[in-house]
């Protein structure tokens, strides 16, 4: 027994976050959140909901990063990633997907409490193995860079355990939502230019990937990936 | 401070117990009035809950063939189970009260599990499928939300280097960063999920259905009659009252509570109380009426976020944003 | 001198557009032509000593670059050449009109976009840059919109996404390091980066380096992440799979470069060299094992690709700068050789209308001169003399002897054994044998034979002897990737 007279608050040892590491690791924590709910995520159009949802995210995570830090190139950034990520990018794809009409991917090659222990063993992996680097900094939210780590290994998860070219496309999407995270974490600083040379490039990836479902649907009227099976050895 | 008019700490600490023990049923009868409003009915009064133990209590207990002492043992040490929890609670107070460290989160968890063991025991002392069923699902349900619980248990380790419910509540009050830091947030949520499949509700369990094929928890208590489904039903009146005071007093909102042993503060305590868990219960009424039950089978991923909420404020905590 | 590097930004991008425009005639002529004037600008390039740089500072060869523009631009235009004789030569129904301008504006942007990754001065375009030869080239895959072809695409363009994903990744760790020196915001150039890397954190270098061999590794073809590679390139239409092997890959490994260069500055040498080594090591082993029972004749070579590929990352681990030579210089060679092969495995397969090396015999009797010259562009492969792979190994392998306590060069020259019989015994036996008699005798186009010829001209002139401002190019690049003294 501890004793009546104890102040319960000379237990309390655990230093608290700064607000601005607090505000930018739950959006993190969002961005992961959300990318968990996609890997379980049934429908194709629930997917690409969940993929803007989470471009919001990292688009609130600019933002923030810009008022809180000075860096007024971000807002320019988040503005872009408004724009393009959580608008243009789901409504490119859902649009080339209007016309097939397949609604319900149902693609899990594993069961959706298998497959979320596997993600969270991955992140446990990616915060832990980061979190051994020696990445520290006074304005650094260390556990946002160790999670978007968490978010881009959860990525190659849902590439993997989903066997659907939405899944897929909107794994490589997140993805990049990962990597933006990082890149606002440990390199808010990044030239302007070559942010935008960043989200040109997805837009054009984007385009790309959409192409190549609309052919895969036209040649084999399904999204499954598991007739692509031909090629081998 | 006001010498004089102070209570002393036993009797406050049997005043948390009796708020538990009196308004535990009330709180359930505001519920299910809500409920019944959200559905468009009139719903039964509030007090009802009231009237139908006391019918209860006035009826005879029959008691299946075959079935030995535990049958009616088992109600009672679940009853006598949820009226020591309060005892270690930060119900009213924001001082613990003098057996208030007599156990930790764990030894709460634990009190509480034995109370769902010894009712999971009755029923199985039963010939009757259903309440065998019910018996059986509950375990492996209770089963499979303990990692949630043990994890939500080890970030208040973390937050607090003690695993104490005063210790985290304090934590959460000490400042606004600290209410906001996201360890916590996760770990609340995390929390609310393990109140949610403990108090039987949608997603997991339909608590006001009769279709015994989806009942986990109900369906333990149908082979019980008279006092003794009394004391089953007052005490799972009052454990979801003691899962809304660790969840709104720990994690949620450990505000309002009396930091003082006066009459006046501490009555003030238990209005206040009340009201929030009355808003915790609107909440959950909420959920209930716009979710939909998942299929037994599909209850695994249910438990499996609320897991991977628990871990994630674990992790959370042992990066540098953290410890 | 710098008007140079914005033709070559400018010029290919042009034509690509252009060739939605012109009449097919024009578009193919075009084609061809800028292919040879971008090989003749970056030929121009090769005797400066210093770097060269335009739009304010945006673009920048040095000499490493260099090189690597020189292997992407000869490519460029042997490919262009070929596909001319390759891609429907008799253009005649709307449906080959449209393809034949999809293909060819295609095949320009691709060249653009590999030319423009060494012409980019940083690492942030430099990633954008191969993004885009991604992008562009899963488009040139999926081409003939074939099942197989599809299948390929989807595979190439996801795997190799999902890698450079890894290598973006790499970059902002890059950028995080340099933080530490630079302050917030600051440009990714390269002298910038190379001058300061010294006080990098090694920690932060080591986790980028790791990262960008893996996501960029994923794109040059190393085992594991190698495994879009042989469906791509066997998928893709020749002239296709030719610029995916000889020039998309040595691009990769060229960002890879970029990396080492910083990663060897700040963390010293043995580090790289080790993180290259065992993924060259994977490689060329994996690759001698595939090679030896491979039925596909587009998948010998997409194997005979990770193969070499994995010689580079192997080279790149000895300590000897004659050996950096060696790499550098069997990255040209490797885009002479690859480049023949592919044209004449595409005539080959072309002609006899099957893939499959058991049923593929009589190719000399049928193709009297893309057969042989693909047997010697195999030969070449197999670093035979006078090929110019029979001097890059040369160098690579002693190199590698410089240091006698490494045991790694006898791995090397046994796994190269390997992997050579293996190419050598089927690429060959495809060749041999009677020609069937359905089968019509003649080469299809001249230009084939052209672009063939011109590749084995060059492969032969890197091998018998190699320019003299070549070879001082060769050395300032491999003293520009070696650590400072």
């Known amino acids: 027994m501890i004793g009546v007279g104890v102040p319960v608050a000379a237990l309390v040892h655990s230093q608290v976050p700064s607000a601005f590491s607090g505000v930018a690791e739950g959006l993190t924590l969002v961005v992961l959140l959300s990318e968990f709910a996609m890997l379980r995520a049934p429908l194709s159009r629930s997917q690409i909901r969940l993929y803007s949802f989470q471009s919001l995210a990292v688009t609130a995570l600019a933002a923030y990063v810009a008022a809180a830090r000075g860096i007024p190139d971000l807002y320019a950034l988040a503005v872009l990633s408004l724009g393009l990520k959580v608008i243009v990018v789901p409504l490119v794809i859902v649009r080339l997907l209007r016309d097939a009409r397949v609604e319900l991917v149902a693609s899990n090659r594993l069961s959706v409490a298998t497959m979320t222990l596997l993600a969270i063993g991955l992140a446990v992996f990616a915060v832990f193995v980061l979190g051994s680097l020696p990445v520290h900094s006074h304005s650094l939210p260390a556990a946002a860079f160790n999670l978007s780590a968490a978010v881009i290994l959860v990525a190659f998860l849902l590439v993997i355990v989903r066997s659907d070219v939405i899944s897929q496309a ?24 070559v942010e935008v040379a960043f989200l040109f490039d997805l837009l054009v990836a984007v385009v790309v990937f959409g192409v190549l479902m609309r052919v895969h649907h036209g040649r084999t009227d399904t999204l499954s990936t598991d007739v692509l099976d031909r090629l081998k050895g | 401070m006001v010498a004089g008019a102070e209570l002393s700490q036993p009797v406050i600490q049997v005043g948390q117990d009796l708020t538990i023990l009196v308004f535990a049923p009330g709180v359930s009868g505001a519920i299910a009035q809500v409920e019944a409003r959200f559905q468009g009915r009139r719903g039964p009064r509030v007090l009802q809950p009231y009237y139908d133990l006391a019918k209860l209590f006035r009826k005879e207990t029959l008691v299946p063939e075959d079935a030995s002492w535990v049958f009616l043992a088992g109600p009672v040490v679940a009853f006598m189970c949820y009226l020591v929890v309060p005892l270690l609670i930060p119900e009213l107070t924001t001082y613990s009260l003098p057996l208030g460290y007599m156990g930790d989160i764990l030894g709460g968890g634990f009190i509480l599990a034995l109370a769902g063991f010894s009712v999971a025991l009755a029923a199985a002392e039963t010939d009757a499928p259903y309440a065998q069923l019910g018996s059986s699902r509950a375990m492996t349900f209770a089963a499979l939300i303990e990692p949630s619980i043990l994890f939500v248990t080890f970030s208040v380790a973390l937050i607090t280097t003690t695993d104490l419910p005063y210790a985290e509540a304090a934590a959460a009050r000490s400042s606004f960063a600290a209410a906001i830091r996201p360890a916590h947030l996760l770990a609340a949520l995390a929390f609310f999920l393990v109140v949610l499949n403990d108090t039987g509700r949608i997603p997991v369990e339909t608590h006001s259905s009769t279709l015994e094929f989806g009942m986990i928890d109900e369906a333990r208590t149908l082979e019980h009659s008279g006092p003794a489904l009394a004391l089953l039903k007052w005490g799972s009146n009052m454990k979801q009252l003691i899962l809304y005071v660790l969840l709104i007093n720990v994690f949620a909102a450990p505000w309002g509570l009396a930091g003082s042993r006066q009459p006046g503060a501490i009555g003030l305590a238990v209005v206040v109380f009340l009201g929030k868990a009355l808003a915790v219960g609107l909440v959950f009424t909420l959920i209930d009426n716009s979710f939909s039950k998942l299929r037994l089978f599909k209850i695994t991923e249910f438990m499996a976020a609320a897991f991977l909420l628990a871990v994630l404020a674990v992790l959370v905590l042992f990066l540098g944003g953290g410890a | 001198m710098s008007w140079d590097l914005v033709v070559l930004l400018i010029g290919p991008a042009a034509v690509a557009v252009a060739c939605w425009f012109v009449p097919l005639r024009a578009a193919r002529a075009l084609t061809v032509a800028a292919g040879a004037v971008s090989f003749a600008l970056s030929v121009l390039l090769v005797p400066a000593g210093a770097p060269t740089t335009a739009l304010s500072g945006w673009l920048r060869v040095d000499s490493l670059s260099v090189v690597f523009l020189v292997a992407v631009t000869f490519l460029y235009a042997l ?84 890698g450079l994903g890894i290598g973006l990744l790499a970059t902002i760790v890059m950028y995080y390091a340099g933080a ?84 060897v500055r700040a963390v010293g040498p043995t580090f790289p060299r ?13 690759a001698a094992l595939y090679l030896a029972s491979q039925r596909d004749l587009k998948r010998l070579f997409a194997y005979s690709s990770v193969e070499h590929m994995g010689i580079l990352a192997i080279g790149m681990s000895f300590s000897a700068p004659i050996a950096v030579v060696g790499v550098l210089l069997h990255v040209l ?131 018998v002897h190699p320019p003299g401002a070549l070879s001082h190019l060769l050395e300032r690049a491999a003293a520009e990737l070696g650590a400072p003294r």
């Open chain 3, 79 to 162: 490919t262009a050449i070929f596909a001319v004789g390759y891609v429907h030569p008799d253009g005649d129904t709307a449906a080959r009109a449209r393809y034949s301008r999809r293909f060819f504006a295609g095949l320009n942007v691709f060249c653009w976009s590999m030319a423009v990754a060494c012409l980019v001065n940083g690492l942030a375009l430099l990633w954008v840059a191969v993004e885009v030869t991604t992008v562009v080239s899963a488009l040139l895959v999926a081409i003939d919109d074939t099942d197989g072809a599809t299948e390929a695409a989807w595979k190439y363009v996801l795997i190799a996404s999902m």
């Open chain 3, 180 to 263: 530490q020196v630079f302050g917030d915001a600051y440009e990714l150039f390269y002298p910038k980066l190379l001058a300061s890397a010294a006080h990098f954190p090694p920690a932060v270098v080591r986790l980028s380096f790791v990262l960008a061999v893996l996501g960029f590794g994923t794109k040059m073809g190393l085992v594991p992440v190698h495994t879009w590679l042989p469906d791509a390139h066997s998928e893709a239409p020749t002239p296709v799979s030719a610029l995916l092997s000889g020039s998309l890959l040595a691009v990769s490994f060229y960002a890879i470069l970029r990396f080492f260069q910083i990663a």
């Open chain 3, 274 to 286: 080790d993180v290259l080594l065992a993924f060259g090591l994977a490689s060329l082993g994996l």
């Open chain 3, 333 to 463: 060679a490797h885009a002479a050789a690859k480049g023949t092969a592919f044209f004449g495995a595409g005539s080959v397969v072309r002609k006899l209308g099957t893939k499959d090396i058991t049923r593929i015999r009589g190719g000399i009797g049928a193709l009297p001169w893309s057969g042989p010259m693909l047997v010697l562009a195999v030969l070449g492969l197999c670093a035979m003399p006078p090929g110019g792979m029979f001097r890059s190994e040369l160098l690579i392998v002693s190199g590698g002897l410089a240091d006698p306590a490494d045991a790694v060069v006898a791995v090397l020259v046994v796994l190269v054994t390997v992997a050579s019989l293996g190419l050598s015994f089927f690429g060959t036996q495809t060749m041999l044998g009677p020609t069937p008699d359905t089968v019509v005798k003649g080469e299809t186009s001249w230009m084939v034979v052209t672009a063939m010829l011109l590749g084995l001209g060059g492969l032969t002139l890197l091998g």
């Open chain 1, 170 to 193: 909107v794994g490589f999407f997140s993805l990049e939502n990962g990597v933006s995270v990082t890149s606002l974490v440990v390199a808010a600083g990044l030239p302007l230019v």
